[in-house]
Structures are given as structure tokens and as C-alpha cells.
């Protein structure tokens, strides 16, 4: 069976330009939500969202091409021009339309994603196709899990996954108007959290067939060994109650890694900081791991919810986490929620296996997990 | 072999189950629902059907229609292994304006979330979802050259890698919709199915959705 392997990742999170400060940034316990600057949210449910510092909201070029150029140009020497490109958002350029609809100022047309995707295939120089993956705040890990199914199933050895989004005034009356948005910062499996923080990210990761890596002579970051992906079909913007759906993924991602759930050192959940996510991931953990937990962080509460690029960022640091044997604290809590105590943590904490497991759930009732492998293990 | 058993379709005059040899024509979309229900294509009533967004209701039409010609019952208690994919043109930029210039012309007070929602290209594959009870895979996917073809490719290689034995594949559009239903199939005798690679072959380079179908026609 082809093995599926991360070559290179980079990303720019609200912590800044590089994997590396988003790390950091995790470890040390602060959080990047910050003031939204960029349009007025007197009206909004918050003031807050987690911003990527000095990108500039009126330019030609949109938020996300600001985060996404910086990241592709320096790459695209080392990406294969044979790469076939999945590209993973929920809103995209969507300035654009708003400026239409506000100003006249550009075409409505130009927030379509597939225009995204040519610029995106443009700047990382390749031409072996392309595609865009959409499914709400899973858009992004299914991205990465399509990615590796196509590897193993030997139609591409080589490809690229981008992910990104902004915050917008589009998206945060949005989820003001669904009353989703926590009025100052997401506390993930906190007692007291009452919603989310959106966020905004863009990153990358290049993924090969091993057999390529090898040829290419080319580092292993990681194995994307395992993944699941079902659907609640339960309602359009609450998860199901006792999180069947979201086990089932991960029964499928453990059956597809062929390990079992004692082989899982640590689980990277989705962890908004919503009452019914948090409680619904819980459940569907405990379905799996019954009453022995494993150490289970977000990265919600510092990165805030990055949307599109969710499932990106956080495999990016779920590879991190395998690396370097530590887990992340889960910043924001303060007082943990009964059915996560014993789970979750505010304080580092170290752990020994080489395997970890990345879930992720959005609007529709989407399920995402993948099972990583640290890179050693496997070359 | 992967195997097609299901094709439902509809445009502003007509719909079609093309292996039931089913073509009709219909008075509008206004009027569509209540003689779908009328006609049993609903075997329930879908919930909050009247502020679905269009594309969410041509998926679920579409989807009534590949399920009935592939003789699949369904109810929402009874929830399927199944998947639901889908690729358009537009994606939902039609509802991302709809929302937006909502929430402008209100005075940029408070926006509506029944539309918000639909601004997410995936959400019409979950409104189907939830009235089918598919709990498969659900994505929605954008392909730069050949969708239909490149659409039912991918649902293909998706039940080959044994993700799920069976898809429903959705193209649909303001004004068409076509839906198959895919599934790994062992007997194919029994002539109410075809290959995968045939629907592929037939569905060829157009985008022309009545040249699509009478092509179709061709082949079941």
C-alpha cells in the first residue's frame, strides 16, 4: 500500500509568519484573538477575532492572497511541476464580493474559489490540475485526506494542498446572526464557554507517494496514515447529540491506519468552544477511548477558528506535536468542563507514541479524522 | 465493478429516471415540490423545503428522482452508508449575494442566518443529506476542466479506496440538475445498471445538459 508523506508545510496563523511562532505561540498559553480592526463591529456579537497582524483590507490583492503569496513564492522552486493542486476554503476572496455589493469597487464574479485556484497553481508553478475541496470547517482536513487517498490509490504522486481564510465582515455577521460567537474569547472545553472566535490562516503542505519522497530524496515530515470522513445527517448547523457520526469517522480513520485506538498518543480535537461541539467530541471520544483518556487539546482558544484552513493548521501541528512529544496546552482554560476533565489540560504535557489523531466537524454535519504518523517511523 | 443505478434529472420543463424510462414534463419549479410529494418521489415530506436556497432544492429533486430510478427507499430515521458529492459552476455565489446585499440593504444591523447558511457550496449536499439520511462522505467539489466526468470519476476511486460503498453524485445548477446514484456492484445481469466508465464516456466533453442527457439515453 502507498504510503502518503508530508514533505514540506508552512502556514501564517494569527501568531504570525511561520509554523514555528504558531507553536510557540500554543506553548506559551497566550492567545492571538485580538481587536478587530478592519471594519466596525459595533453591531456584531464581539469585538474579537483571532487576525494575522498587518495584512492590509483594502488592497487589490485580497487577505488571503496577502497570506498565501509569501508562503507560495518561497516554495515553489522545490514543488514539482507534475503537483496536482487541492485547494481548500470556505469564503475565499470574498472581499471582492463585498466591495461589489458595497461600492461597485470589483466584479462579484472574482471571489469565486476556482478563480483563486488558477492564481494559486499560477504562483506555485505547477500544471498537473487542480481542484478545490468545500466542506464547511472540514474543507480543509478533507483537503489533506483526499490528498492522501489519491496517493495511495497511486492517480497522483505528488500533490499540493493550500488552505486558507480571512476574517470578513461577510462571515462574522454571519455567525453573529447565528448567535455563535463568544463575546470575548473561545474556551474550549471550558466550563463556562459560550461560543467561538473566528481566525484566519493560509498555509500549504506538499504531500508525495514515499516511494517519491525517497526518489527526490526529499525529508519526511509526517505520514498521513489513516482517515474517515462521514456526515450526521442530523441538522444543518448543530452536531449530532451523542457524536455516533464523528466515532464512526474515527473508527474508519483507525481502520484505514490499520492501528488500534491504544496506539494513539494524543487527539487534536476540533474544539470550538460551542456548548454542543465541545460536548458532542467528547462523547464521540469517550465512544472510542472509554474511560482512559488520552491527552486531547484545541488549538481554538490561541489560533481562534480559522475556518477553510482549520484542518490544515492543525494537522501542521499535529505533526509538531508527534516531533517534538509534546501537547499543546488548551489555551483559555480555565475551568474545565466535567466531561472533558481528565482529558484536556491548560499546561503542556509530554507524551511517547508515534501516532496521534486530528478530528474536525463543521456546518452539515461534515466529520473529519485522520490518524498521523510521526516521520521516523516510516522511512 | 463500480456500477451506475440510479440517473435523476430535471430542467425548467422536464424530469427524467433514466433507467425507468421515465421523461415528463412539469408547469415550473414554483409548483415542483407539491406534485413530487403527490407523485411519490418524497416518500416524507423534507423539512423547511420552502427556505431552502434553489440550489438545495435541485439537489434534493435531483436526488428524489436518481434514488426512485435506482429503486433505493429511504426515510430520515433510516440513515445509509452512503455519500453524497457534488460539483457545479457557480459554487453558491448566487446565495452569497443574496445574503450579503440582505444584510447591506438592512442597514448592516443584523444578518440573516437562514441565508447565511447557504453560503457554504456544501450545505445542499447536507440539506439532501438530512432528508435522505446519508451518512457517508458529504464534499462539495470544484474541477477546472471536465466536471461531470471528473465528478463521477472521483466518486468512483472513492468506493474503489473503500470509503464508502455507495455516492450519490450531484451536478446541479440554477436551472438543471442531474444526479446518479454509484455504488460497487457484483451481479450485472440484471440490466438495470451500467458501468461507471460507460456514464464517463458518454458524458464526454459537453456542458450542454440536453446533449448530456439524450447521451445518456444512449447508453441505459
Redesign the interface.
Known amino acids: 500500500m502507498m504510503k502518503a508523506v508530508s514533505v514540506a508545510f508552512d502556514m501564517v496563523t494569527p501568531y504570525g509568519w511561520g509554523t514555528d511562532s504558531c507553536w510557540e505561540g500554543l506553548l506559551s498559553g497566550t492567545s492571538a484573538i485580538r481587536r478587530i480592526e478592519r471594519f466596525?463591529t459595533s453591531?456584531m456579537q464581539t469585538d474579537n477575532a483571532a487576525t494575522v497582524p498587518d495584512l492590509k483590507p483594502n488592497r487589490d490583492e485580497s487577505l488571503v492572497m496577502q497570506m498565501l503569496s509569501p508562503l507560495l513564492k518561497k516554495i515553489a522552486p522545490g514543488i514539482p511541476s507534475d503537483t496536482f493542486v487541492i485547494l481548500a476554503t470556505?469564503?475565499g476572496e470574498?472581499e471582492f464580493?463585498?466591495r461589489s455589493?458595497?461600492n461597485g469597487e470589483h466584479e462579484?464574479?472574482k471571489?469565486?474559489?476556482?478563480h483563486l485556484?488558477?492564481k494559486i497553481m499560477f504562483l506555485s508553478g505547477t500544471c498537473g490540475?487542480?481542484?478545490?475541496?468545500?466542506?464547511?470547517c472540514v474543507s480543509s482536513s478533507?483537503a489533506v485526506l483526499?490528498a492522501a487517498?489519491?496517493i495511495?490509490?497511486k492517480?497522483h504522486d505528488s500533490i499540493l494542498v493550500v488552505a486558507c481564510d480571512s476574517v470578513s465582515?461577510?462571515v462574522t455577521?454571519?455567525?453573529?446572526?447565528?448567535m455563535a460567537l463568544d463575546r470575548h474569547m473561545a474556551k474550549p472545553f471550558d466550563k463556562n464557554r459560550c461560543g467561538l472566535s473566528l481566525g484566519e490562516a493560509a498555509g500549504f503542505m506538499l504531500l508525495m507517494s514515499e516511494e517519491r519522497a525517497v526518489r527526490e530524496k526529499r525529508d519526511s515530515l509526517g505520514e498521513i496514515a489513516g482517515w474517515?470522513?462521514?456526515?450526521?445527517?442530523?441538522?444543518?448547523?448543530g452536531p449530532s447529540k451523542d457524536g455516533s457520526?464523528l466515532s464512526?469517522a474515527v473508527l474508519?480513520a483507525m481502520k484505514?491506519a490499520g492501528i488500534s485506538e491504544k496506539e494513539i498518543g494524543c487527539i487534536s480535537a476540533h474544539g470550538t468552544g460551542t456548548i454542543y461541539n465541545d460536548s458532542m467530541e467528547m462523547k464521540a471520544i469517550k465512544k472510542i477511548f472509554g474511560n482512559n483518556p488520552v491527552p486531547l487539546y484545541s488549538v481554538k482558544g490561541g489560533t481562534g477558528h480559522t475556518m477553510g484552513a482549520a484542518g490544515l493548521l492543525e494537522i501542521i501541528i499535529g505533526f509538531e506535536t508527534l516531533n517534538k512529544k509534546i501537547v499543546p496546552p488548551t489555551v483559555n482554560l480555565r475551568d474545565t468542563d466535567r466531561e472533558a476533565e481528565g482529558w484536556v489540560s491548560s499546561e503542556q504535557q509530554s507524551f511517547e507514541s508515534p501516532v496521534t489523531l486530528s478530528t474536525n466537524s463543521g456546518?452539515?454535519?461534515?466529520n473529519s479524522a485522520l490518524i498521523l504518523k510521526k516521520a521516523e517511523t516510516i522511512l | 465493478m463500480i456500477a451506475v443505478t440510479g440517473i435523476g434529472w430535471l430542467t425548467r420543463k422536464e424530469y427524467g429516471c433514466l433507467f425507468s424510462k421515465i421523461n415528463e414534463p412539469h408547469e415550473g419549479f414554483d409548483t415542483l415540490y407539491s406534485y413530487f410529494k403527490d407523485k411519490s418521489y418524497f416518500s416524507c415530506p423534507v423539512k423547511n423545503f420552502s427556505r431552502f436556497d434553489t440550489i438545495s432544492k435541485m439537489t434534493c429533486f435531483s436526488a428524489a428522482l436518481a434514488l426512485k430510478d435506482a429503486g433505493v427507499s429511504y426515510s430520515?430515521d433510516q440513515?445509509k452508508d452512503i455519500?453524497?458529492f457534488g460539483a457545479n459552476e457557480?459554487?453558491c455565489?448566487e446565495s452569497?449575494?443574496n445574503?450579503?446585499?440582505d444584510?447591506?440593504e438592512s442597514g448592516?444591523?443584523?444578518?440573516?442566518?437562514n441565508l447565511?447558511?447557504y453560503?457554504?457550496?456544501?450545505?445542499p449536499?447536507?440539506?439532501a443529506?438530512?432528508h435522505?439520511?446519508?451518512?457517508?462522505?458529504?464534499?462539495?467539489?470544484?474541477?477546472?476542466?471536465k466536471r461531470i466526468p471528473?465528478l463521477l470519476s472521483f466518486a468512483g476511486?472513492?468506493i474503489?479506496?473503500?470509503?464508502t460503498p455507495s455516492i450519490l453524485a450531484v451536478s446541479a445548477e440554477e436551472t438543471d440538475a442531474i444526479c446518479f446514484v454509484i455504488k460497487q456492484e457484483d451481479d450485472t445481469s440484471s440490466g438495470k445498471n451500467t458501468g461507471l466508465q460507460n456514464v464517463i464516456a458518454a458524458a464526454g466533453d459537453t456542458y450542454i445538459f440536453d446533449e448530456m442527457i439524450n447521451a445518456f439515453k444512449g447508453i441505459v
Open positions: 466596525s453591531l470556505t469564503t470574498i464580493l463585498q455589493i458595497i462579484a464574479i471571489s469565486r474559489p476556482d485556484l488558477n490540475g487542480g481542484m478545490i475541496v468545500s466542506a464547511a478533507a483526499r487517498s489519491m495511495r490509490n492517480e465582515e461577510f455577521a454571519g455567525f453573529s446572526s447565528l474517515g470522513l462521514t456526515n450526521d445527517a442530523n441538522h444543518i448547523t457520526s464512526n474508519n484505514s456546518f452539515g454535519g461534515v | 430520515a440513515k455519500g453524497i457557480a459554487g455565489l452569497n449575494l445574503y450579503f446585499q444584510y447591506i448592516r444591523i443584523l444578518a440573516r442566518g447565511f447558511i453560503t457554504l457550496p456544501s450545505i449536499l447536507a440539506e443529506s438530512i435522505f439520511g446519508l451518512c457517508g462522505p458529504l464534499l462539495h467539489l470544484f474541477f477546472n476542466e471528473s476511486e472513492s474503489t479506496g473503500g470509503e
